[in-house]
C-alpha cells in the first residue's frame, strides 16, 4: 500500500510538473500575442487586454512556482541506476544541460514579456 501511494505520488508530481511548464508557456505566448493587439487604439479594448496580460502574466508566474516545486520533488524520485551507472551519468549530465537551457528560456521570457505588461 505504502509503495502504491508513492506511485501514484511520483506520477501525479511528474504531471503537475509538466502540466504547469505548459501553462507557462502558453502564457508567455499568450502575452506577446495579446501585446500585438494594442494595435487596435480602442481605450475599451486596451484596458480589457491590459488586464488580460496582467492576468496571464501572474498565471504565468504561479506555474512557475509549480514548476519549481514539483521539479524539486522529481529530485528525489529519480534515484535508481535503472539504465547502468553509464547510462545513468550521461542522463544526469543531460538533465543539467536541460535545466540550464530551460532556466535561460524562463529568464528570457520574463524578459520579453514583463515590459510588455507592465508598460
Not at 498565471?59 to 520533488?73: D, E, H, K, Q, Y
Not at 535508481?80 to 551507472?85: I, M, Q, R, V
Not at 529568464?107 to 505588461?117: E, I, S, T, W
Request: aromatic share 14%; proline share 2%; charged share 15%.
Amino acid at each position: 500500500m505504502k509503495n502504491n501511494i508513492r506511485s501514484i505520488a511520483v506520477i501525479l508530481n511528474g504531471f503537475v510538473h509538466d502540466f504547469a511548464a505548459g501553462i507557462w508557456l502558453a502564457a508567455i505566448a499568450s502575452i506577446a500575442l495579446i501585446h500585438r493587439m494594442h494595435q487596435l487604439r480602442s481605450p475599451e479594448v486596451v484596458a480589457i487586454l491590459n488586464r488580460l496580460e496582467h492576468i496571464f502574466f501572474w498565471t504565468s508566474v504561479v506555474s512557475m512556482v509549480f514548476i519549481m516545486a514539483t521539479g524539486a520533488g522529481r529530485t528525489f524520485t529519480y534515484v535508481d541506476n535503472w539504465y547502468g551507472a553509464d547510462a545513468e551519468r550521461v542522463r544526469r549530465r543531460m538533465l543539467i544541460i536541460k535545466h540550464v537551457v530551460l532556466l535561460s528560456a524562463f529568464g528570457a521570457g520574463y524578459l520579453f514579456v514583463y515590459p510588455l505588461v507592465f508598460h
